[in-house]
C-alpha cells in the first residue's frame, strides 16, 4: 500500500440483494488531507462509510485503512480511526467528561494519559465549561460537538464523520466547520460524507461525488468547477417557456446549463459575451457541478 494514503479503495462493490449500493468504487484519501464524499440521496455514501467500519463487508474489491486490509484487519484498523456517528448515541444519564472517560476506556488510552486526553478533546470541542454538564442539559449543537470529541480521545489518525450537520441549524453548522476545520489544521486525516455541497466546498481538500454506488468526478472543488461549470454563470428568471427558450438557446450555443428551481443557471458564459443571455452574473460553484453530474431530476 502507498505510505501516503490513509484510505484506499479499488473496485469495491456492496449489493444488498437486487441493489447495488456501491458499485465499483475507487477512492484515494491521502493523509493529512479533508476529502468530502458528496452525492444525492442513495448515491451510497452512508454504505461506503460502513464499509469502511467493517459494519458492512463488500462483495468485491480491495480496502485498506491506514495500512490495513478490510475486512481482516479492521480491528487495528478502527483502533486508530474516530468515528462520528450521523446519530446521536452519547449517554445522556452521563456528564461531558464522563462520556469522554468511556471512550477513553474504549480506546485503551492508558491510564497516565487519560486525564489529558480528556482535556485536550473538551478543549478542541470548546466544551471545558460544560465538562461536569449532564448531557441532557446540553444544547443541541454542544451534543454533536461532544459526539466529535468523543472520538477524538485517543488521537486518531483518520477521522470518519458520516453526515457530519445533517438536520442542524445554520449556527450549529458553523460551530461544526470551525471544529472539523481546527482539526484539520491539526493534520489529521478526514473523511466527511456529507449531502451540503457548501460544507464539502468550504472544508474539504479534494472531494468525490457519488451517484448510483460509484464515483462520478473526483477532484479539488476549484479545480472540479474550473472543468465542468467554467468561472461565471448566469441566471435568468422568468416564467417556465423563458427559461425554456434560454436553454435551448445556450445548448445551440454549446453552453452548459442547470436548473435551480426558480431559475435557469448558464454556465461558463466568461468570454462567450455574444452567446450569454442577460441576467444576473455570479461565479460558478460546487453545487452546479454536483448537479450537472448527478443529474436534475430526484431519484
Ligand atoms: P442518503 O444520503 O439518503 O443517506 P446514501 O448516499 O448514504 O444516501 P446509502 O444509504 O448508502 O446512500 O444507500 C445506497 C443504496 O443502497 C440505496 O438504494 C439504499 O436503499 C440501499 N441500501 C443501503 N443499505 C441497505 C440495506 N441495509 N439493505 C438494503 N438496501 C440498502
Not at 477521522?159 to 460551530?175: H, Y
Not at 464539502?200 to 479545480?223: H, N, W, Y
Amino acid at each position: 500500500m502507498d505510505p501516503a494514503l490513509a484510505i484506499r479503495l479499488r473496485g469495491v462493490v456492496k449489493r444488498y440483494g437486487s441493489i447495488t449500493a456501491v458499485d465499483g468504487l475507487d477512492l484515494d484519501v491521502p493523509e493529512g488531507t479533508c476529502v468530502g464524499l458528496l452525492g444525492p440521496n442513495g448515491a451510497g455514501k452512508s454504505t461506503t462509510m460502513r464499509l469502511l467500519t467493517a459494519q458492512a463487508i463488500a462483495d468485491e474489491g480491495e480496502l485498506e485503512v491506514l495500512g490495513f486490509r478490510l475486512p481482516g484487519e479492521s480491528k487495528p484498523a478502527r483502533a486508530q480511526c474516530g468515528v462520528v456517528p450521523q446519530l446521536d448515541n452519547l449517554d445522556v444519564t452521563l456528564t461531558v467528561a464522563q462520556n469522554l472517560r468511556v471512550f477513553t476506556h474504549l480506546y485503551r488510552v492508558g491510564r497516565a494519559e487519560r486525564r489529558g486526553a480528556i482535556q485536550r478533546a473538551l478543549e478542541l470541542a470548546n466544551l471545558v465549561d460544560r465538562r461536569d454538564t449532564r448531557v441532557d442539559k446540553l444544547s443541541g449543537g454542544m451534543r454533536r460537538r461532544l459526539l466529535i470529541a468523543r472520538a477524538l480521545v485517543h488521537r486518531p489518525r483518520l477521522v470518519l464523520l458520516d453526515e457530519p450537520t445533517v438536520g442542524l441549524d445554520p449556527q450549529v453548522r458553523q460551530e461544526l466547520w470551525a471544529l472539523i476545520d481546527a482539526l484539520r489544521a491539526e493534520g489529521t486525516t478526514i473523511l466527511m460524507s456529507t449531502h451540503y455541497i457548501e460544507e464539502a466546498e468550504r472544508l474539504a481538500d479534494t472531494v468525490l461525488i457519488m451517484a448510483k454506488g460509484s464515483a462520478v468526478a473526483a477532484g479539488p472543488p476549484a479545480e472540479l468547477i474550473a472543468e465542468h461549470a467554467g468561472r461565471e454563470a448566469v441566471e435568468v428568471y422568468g416564467r417556465p417557456e423563458r427559461l425554456a427558450e434560454v436553454e435551448a438557446a445556450a445548448g445551440a450555443a454549446s453552453l452548459r446549463t442547470r436548473r435551480t428551481g426558480t431559475s435557469i443557471s448558464v454556465l461558463g458564459v466568461e468570454g462567450a459575451d455574444g452567446a450569454a443571455p442577460q441576467g444576473e452574473r455570479r461565479p460558478t460553484n460546487l453545487e452546479d457541478v454536483f448537479v450537472l453530474l448527478t443529474g436534475q431530476e430526484i431519484a
